[in-house]
């Protein structure tokens, strides 16, 4: 049995006990015409009521003076209308909204119409025109909405995780903008964004949103007390109701100019605002300024159970719906039989709420089997959901509401959910489904993107999509794949940042996966016949789908590089570049970009990420052939002008004439004379006194002699950490500056001479030269003692860290046997490091480690390296793979070093001392193979083209079993004596990498 009480004004009959009964009912009354009647919802107007019952028919009572009960009578306690289901159509949570002359609806597909009366712009058009006819309001398009509320003049939606927007009339700040102007664009209301709110009513000018833990929070026209603050004035924010913290609030009400709320802890109801016609239940007609609450026979005292209403007979009541507007109140309450639970605002009624992909739709569609027609109203969801981007952005949220206060950290998704569901969908055998489902995505989501989504929260569709199955098919390009990339590189620069942030929080097979999507795609498109054999039409289509596939992937790499590598840099890679493209072309466009030749459409060094180290080798050639011919075309302009002037030729080569006790004076006597244009010049290294062409090998040992010399500790240029067994520049170092700028210009004709050499430097070096940001990770490759006690220190979640750590803003140095303590900010000394202040503390060390301290000589040593290898090539690396230009990289393949060994005299692939030699290397432990390496190249590191760039050439010597292996570094040359069983081979072999560096010179 259901009761039904009504309190506030009865002018117009709208409580249905009749016009002429009574003009006010002070306090809750039963309404015992309603009795029979199994109501779901009542909808409250100014003077006239609107009841729908379970079985949907509508009734009405009030004022019919402008046809607004539905039928011809001027008024009734309970008359039913003409009118049956079409109110109630709308899947909105708030259906009947009847306080306004101006109406919003919501519909299940996530769409919001508004029409009416426009004037204060509350329809949120954008416009203060008015329309008799539903339109849809565009610039919220995306966001999920879970709740809309109409006020006098003002209008609000609240998200799925609890972001609101309002609009409208606002000259009481019943829009919590912190101002008294209208709008008539929905404007967030930053305020209440972290409050979690769950649910909002509106007054004719006051605003009150219910929020998850049962707080209220009031704002807009205070002037009857209606804002339940103990005063009459108006708030322009939002502002909790003090008086009601210690109560956990679950329903909330406005009217015109009054708010009822409940607490079912209590069971009490609380009324606040204008009284004067009994609204506020209270048994008067005066008004409260601050939350009062309802005390009638029919309400709960200390002896009856919370939430219990009591009639005229002594029955008992559960409370369970409230509903309000104008100035009159309904209370739907349950027989105490029945034991029901009041209803809970915070929590929404899934009926009500737009449509989206759960788990039970997922596996209806995974069971459908081909041949079987599929049913209607699944289809109809599904393409519903397919073709929304608010449906898919309010499906998949976070358990137990932590999606809530969606923003640039938090993208509220269950990714892992999203996957699971979307791979129940791939399962899916009928094919009409997943036909209409790709369908959907394409004729009518991606066209519905806009560049500028007007929430956070419209976002999510970005993570979402590409865990849709067929975006794995790069065929798919010109369809799906392609224009959802445009779709994203049309992003407007905020919501851009947003999804990179959020790129940049996914796990690494999340985000691998958007990667695959569109370096396959790329690849895809690249692998087809010739653009020129196919139409207009479709090259364009090709051109713009490819265009769109390497700016994602362009996105996708600085994402990566900006948090740590989430996957490796070489996944970026697509070989196929190299193969399908002239890439040395394309570096002389990019280089001369506009300049000499017509500009193509695509400048692939724009995305020198997708180049692995083989095409990133071929263009540093080209580059260095590039300077070296520049430079030699000088040197034969010069020659020719001065060809009758008693001046010697310019040497169209960099000719260096070393010695080898004195290599580093040599060295840097003769390249202070060089300027830029010389030193890019190709490099020919002659030994005073030796006879030796230098084909390769005495520029390869050159380098390795010149390197083991500067290095040596007792120039004190750079200090040597035991830990990493790396190297940085020595702060405190005396060496003059011409020395740091000859290792840089060493390093550079190392690179531009295609020669590795032996520098153990950190990666922050290679960064630093690429102008990169160093980080706390640099600090842990260089010093891991030292970044393990600064991570400790981040992840100290205590307050006490002043008091544990006992650090303050400055740094221990030792320098000639003193201590000296280096300040790292002003007044470092008196700085102590808190819980607040560490990130800025460990950002301050790393700085002074790799910069302040050592300014001065890594500016020389990268005015040496530019000086050589400067130019826009630099611009193609990633500092990793400069990184190994330099030094040489760790990806073995030592199967492919025995495939392209060479053999000389009478050694042969097949010849028994070679068999044994390979059968014993590669049983080696992997040090003693990096061992060997160093033993016969001079490092244990390749070049960046990896084990294909190694070759080894191994010739017979004489000797037998009492000789070991002897290898000539500068030639990559093995003297292999004629061994004649496994056990020797090995002993020697191991002998000869273990106890010897590995060079000899002959």
Avoid at 171 to 183: A, V, Y
Avoid at 250 to 264: K, L, M, N, W, Y
Avoid at 958 to 984: I, M, R, S, W
């Amino acid at each position: 049995m259901t009761g039904v009480f009504g309190w506030g004004s009865s002018q117009d009959g709208q409580l249905s006990i009749g016009a002429t009964d009574e003009g006010n009912v002070l306090s809750p009354k039963e309404i015992h015409s309603l009795q029979k009647l199994e109501i779901k919802e009542i909808a409250c107007g100014e003077k006239h009521t609107l009841i729908v019952t379970t079985g949907g028919e509508l009734y009405s009572c009030g004022s019919n003076e402008h046809g607004e009960l539905g039928h011809n009578k001027p008024r009734s306690k309970a008359g039913r209308c003409n009118i049956y289901c079409c109110v109630y159509s709308s899947v909105s949570p708030t259906k009947m909204l009847l306080r306004t002359i101006n109406c919003l609806a919501l519909t299940d597909d996530g769409h919001l119409f508004s029409w009416g009366c426009n004037k204060y712009g509350q329809l949120g058009l954008g416009t203060t025109n008015p329309h008799d006819t539903p339109q849809q309001i565009i610039c919220l398009k995306g966001i999920p909405v879970a709740l809309i509320a109409v006020g006098g003049n003002h209008s609000f939606i609240l998200s799925c995780s609890g972001a609101v927007f309002g609009w409208g009339k606002n000259s009481f700040g019943q829009l919590g903008l912190n101002d008294e102007h209208d709008k008539c664009h929905p404007t967030l209301c930053k305020s209440l964004r972290n409050q979690k709110v769950k649910y909002m009513s509106c007054g004719e000018d006051h605003t009150v949103a219910l929020t998850k833990d049962g707080g209220i929070f009031t704002f807009g026209a205070g002037g009857f007390g209606q804002l339940g603050h103990s005063s009459m004035q108006n708030e322009i924010l939002p502002k909790r109701v003090m008086e009601l913290m210690g109560s956990v609030i679950s329903q909330v009400i406005c009217g015109r100019r009054h708010t009822i709320v409940f607490s079912p802890s209590s069971g009490k109801l609380y009324g606040f605002g204008l009284g004067g016609a009994g609204q506020l239940g209270l048994g008067d007609t005066t008004s409260r300024n601050s939350p009062f609450p309802i005390l009638s026979p029919y309400l709960p005292t200390s002896g009856r159970r919370a939430s219990q209403v009591m009639d005229h007979d002594g029955a008992l009541y559960t409370v369970k719906h409230l509903f309000g507007n104008g100035d009159h109140c309904f209370l739907l309450a349950n027989n105490a039989e029945s034991r029901g639970e009041p209803d809970d605002f915070r929590i929404p009624d899934p009926s009500t709420q737009i449509t989206t992909l759960t788990p039970e739709k997922c596996d209806e569609i995974r069971k459908l089997q081909p041949d079987v027609i599929t049913p209607s109203e699944l289809v109809d969801d599904i393409l519903k959901i397919f073709s929304s981007s608010a449906c898919l952005n309010a499906s998949f949220l976070l358990k137990n509401d932590e999606h809530y206060g969606c923003s640039s950290k938090n993208c509220g998704l269950d990714m892992d959910e999203v996957r699971k569901l979307m791979n129940r969908i791939a399962d899916a055998k009928n094919v009409n489904i997943t036909q209409q489902i790709t369908e959907s995505i394409e004729n009518h989501l991606l066209r519905s993107l806009p560049p500028s989504p007007p929430d956070v929260e419209a976002l999510r569709i970005y993570l979402v999509l590409p865990e849709f199955h067929l975006f794995d098919e790069p065929k798919f390009f010109s369809s799906l794949i392609g224009p959802f990339g445009k779709c994203i590189v049309s992003l407007e620069r905020a919501p851009a940042r947003i999804l990179d942030l959020w790129w940049g929080s996914l796990k690494p097979r999340f985000f691998k996966r958007i990667l695959e999507i569109y370096k396959n795609t790329a690849m895809w498109i690249l692998r087809l016949p010739n653009l020129n054999a196919t139409s207009h039409m479709e090259m364009v289509i090709r051109f713009e789908c490819l265009k769109s596939s390497l700016e994602v992937l362009k996105k996708l790499n600085s994402v990566n590089d900006n948090n740590g590598q989430i996957i490796p840099y070489d996944n970026f890679y697509i070989s196929e570049v190299a193969e399908k493209i002239d890439i040395r072309k394309d570096y002389v466009n990019w280089v001369h970009r506009g300049k000499i030749l017509p500009s193509p459409q695509i400048h692939f060094c724009d995305y020198p990420f997708i180049f692995d180290a083989s095409a990133k080798s071929v263009l540093l050639q080209t580059d260095a052939c590039m300077q070296m011919q520049s430079a030699y075309e000088e040197v034969q302009r010069r020659n020719f002008q001065n060809l009758f002037l008693p001046i010697d030729p310019i040497n169209p080569m960099l000719v260096l004439h070393v010695t080898r006790h004195n290599i580093v004076t040599d060295t840097l006597h003769q390249l202070s004379r060089q300027g830029p244009a010389d030193l890019k010049k190709p490099l020919k290294v002659i030994f005073l006194g030796e006879e030796a062409v230098d084909e390769g090998g005495v520029r390869k040992e050159f380098f390795l002699l010149l390197m083991k010399e500067i290095l040596d500790p007792k120039y004190g240029m750079f200090k040597f950490f035991e830990e990493s067994r790396l190297q940085w520049f020595n702060p405190t170092s005396f060496e003059d500056k011409q020395m740091f700028h000859l290792i840089g210009a060493v390093c550079g004709l190392a690179i531009y001479n295609s020669t590795i050499i032996g520098l153990s430097f950190p990666l922050a070096l290679y960064k630093k030269l690429l102008n990169r940001k160093t980080t706390l990770e640099d600090l842990m490759e260089l010093m891991p003692s030292v970044g393990r006690g600064m991570h400790d220190l981040l992840d100290y979640e205590e307050d006490d860290v002043e008091d544990v750590f006992c650090l303050t803003f400055e740094i221990t140095v030792e320098s000639f046997g003193e201590v000296r303590h280096i300040p790292l900010v002003e007044g470092g000394s008196e700085k102590s490091v808190t819980k607040d202040n560490r990130q800025e503390y460990i950002d301050a060390y790393v700085d002074y480690v790799f910069n302040k301290s050592v300014e001065d000589h890594f500016r020389e040593f990268s005015n040496g390296f530019h000086k050589v290898c400067g130019g826009k090539v630099l611009e193609l690396f990633h500092p990793q793979e400069l990184q190994a230009m330099v030094i040489g990289n760790e990806n073995y393949d030592f199967h492919e070093f025995e495939v392209n060994a060479e053999y000389k005299g009478e050694y042969y692939r097949q010849h028994p001392t070679i068999q044994l030699f390979w059968n014993v290397f590669h049983e080696l432990p992997i040090q003693l193979k990096k061992k060997f390496l160093l033993f016969l190249t001079g490092s244990d590191r390749i070049p960046i083209l990896g084990m294909k760039a190694v070759k080894m050439i191994i010739q017979p010597t004489h000797g037998g079993n009492n000789y070991l292996p002897v290898a000539h570094t500068c030639f990559n040359l093995l003297d292999l004596p004629k061994y004649q069983d496994y056990q020797t081979m090995k002993e020697k072999l191991r002998l000869a990498i273990e106890q010897t560096e590995g060079f000899g010179i002959v």
